[in-house]
């Protein structure tokens, strides 16, 4: 039996927790930890509770110009046409 690889990722973002999850769905040769000074995951994408409401710190668009890269990201959160938005054409996120 082969000793496994330890990988330490530092920070919970979307970036650190899209490496976590690829070492991890990859193969099973990778221990990971993953490190976050804070108490919540997620970076500035996240959504907090303030005074009883729900709000979105930072900026919830995952683009990028590389094609490889859209396409994990659409491969993780598939587009579909909102109930709501289906006559305006609107794509969301689900």
Do not use: C
């Not at 976590?20 to 990778?30: F, G, H, I, N, V």
């Not at 500035?44 to 930072?58: H, Q």
């Amino acid at each position: 039996m082969s000793k496994k690889k330890h990988a330490v990722i530092i920070g919970a973002g979307p970036a650190g927790l899209t490496a976590a999850y690829e070492l991890l769905s990859r193969s099973d040769e990778y221990e990971v930890t993953l490190l976050e000074s804070s108490t919540y995951m997620g970076g500035i994408s996240r959504t907090v509770n303030y005074k009883g409401n729900r709000m979105d710190i930072g900026g919830h668009r995952f683009f990028s110009k590389s094609d490889r890269v859209m396409q994990w990201w659409l491969s993780m959160m598939p587009m579909e046409k909102g109930a709501s938005d289906a006559q305006q054409g609107a794509l969301v996120l689900g």
